[in-house]
C-alpha cells in the first residue's frame, strides 16, 4: 500500500498557485517525499524531491513540515499545461538496495483558465 | 537528464497474439527495471522487477509465464505479453533504476518511459 494520502482531485485557476497537500504521518528518518505527475497518456515525470528542507526547483516548492508528516508542493503560477495526476510518493534513496517506487491514487490537479 | 526510451508507444492486435515491449535507457545503465501496468482512470501498478542477468520478481496476482521479462543487458529490458487478450488491454510503462559506481545505485530520481498504449481486439 502506498505510504501517503492525498485528495482526490483540486481545481486551480491560471495564473495562481497551485498548493497540492500530502499526508505521510509513518514516514521513516531516512525516508524522502517524492513528487511526481502524469500528464494524459505519459510516463511519471519527476518534479521534485525533499528530505527535511524546503526545495525549489525550476518546476515547483516543496514544503515539508518540521515533524516531516505532511508536505505540499506549490506550483507558483500554474498553467494549462499542470494538468495532470500529481503522485506524492516516499521512498529511502536508493543506495545498495532500492525501495519499489508504490503509487497511490494520486491528486488529479485541473487547471481551469 | 535521463533519457529512457519505450516502443512501441502503441499498438492493437488480435487476441492470441504475443506482444512485445521494449525499455531502453539511453544514457545510463538500469541493473534494475521496474514494470507497471495502468488501467484507465486508476493508478500504476508495479507489475515485476527485474535486475539485469537474473529472475525478475513478480508481484503478487501478476502471472510470470503471461508476462515475460528479459533483462539481458544494462541499457535494454523486455516486457512480453504472451497470448494476450482483451483484459490485457493496458497502459504499459517501464522504469529503469539509474546504476551508480561501483555497486550503489545513483541518487537520480527514479525515471519513466513515456508508456505503451496496448490494444488487445
Known amino acids: 500500500d502506498a505510504k501517503t494520502t492525498q485528495p482526490t482531485s483540486m481545481d486551480c485557476a491560471e495564473g495562481r498557485a497551485a498548493n497540492l497537500p500530502c499526508n505521510h504521518s509513518?514516514?521513516?528518518?531516512?525516508?524522502?517525499v517524492y513528487w511526481y505527475r502524469q500528464i494524459h497518456s505519459q510516463g511519471p515525470q519527476y518534479i521534485i524531491h525533499?528530505?527535511?528542507n524546503n526545495e525549489t526547483n525550476e518546476m515547483a516548492s516543496l514544503i515539508i513540515t518540521e515533524d516531516r508528516k505532511s508536505s505540499t508542493l506549490i506550483l507558483p503560477h500554474a498553467t494549462l499545461r499542470d494538468t495532470a495526476v500529481y503522485y506524492c510518493?516516499?521512498?529511502?534513496?536508493?543506495?545498495?538496495?532500492?525501495?519499489?517506487?508504490?503509487f497511490g491514487p494520486g491528486t488529479s490537479l485541473s487547471v481551469i483558465p | 537528464g535521463a533519457v529512457v526510451s519505450q516502443h512501441p508507444s502503441w499498438v492493437i492486435c488480435k487476441s492470441g497474439t504475443s506482444v512485445k515491449i521494449e525499455c531502453r535507457s539511453l544514457?545510463?545503465?538500469?541493473?534494475?527495471m521496474f514494470w507497471y501496468r495502468q488501467f484507465p482512470k486508476q493508478s500504476l501498478m508495479l507489475m515485476a522487477t527485474?535486475?539485469?542477468?537474473?529472475?525478475?520478481?513478480?508481484e503478487q496476482g501478476v502471472e510470470k509465464d503471461k508476462f515475460l521479462i528479459n533483462h539481458a543487458s544494462l541499457t535494454l529490458s523486455t516486457l512480453t505479453v504472451t497470448s494476450a487478450h482483451p483484459e490485457d488491454s493496458s497502459f504499459y510503462i517501464c522504469?529503469?533504476?539509474?546504476?551508480?559506481?561501483?555497486?550503489?545505485?545513483?541518487?537520480?530520481?527514479?525515471?519513466f518511459g513515456d508508456g505503451t498504449r496496448l490494444s488487445i481486439l
Open positions: 510518493i516516499v521512498r529511502v534513496h536508493p543506495k545498495t538496495s532500492y525501495d519499489k517506487v508504490i
Open positions: 509513518t514516514i521513516s528518518g531516512n525516508e524522502y
Open positions: 525533499g528530505l527535511k
Open positions: 544514457d545510463f545503465q538500469a541493473t534494475t
Open positions: 527485474s535486475n539485469e542477468g537474473s529472475k525478475a520478481t513478480y
Open positions: 522504469s529503469p533504476l539509474q546504476q551508480g559506481p561501483g555497486h550503489y545505485y545513483s541518487n537520480q530520481p527514479q525515471h
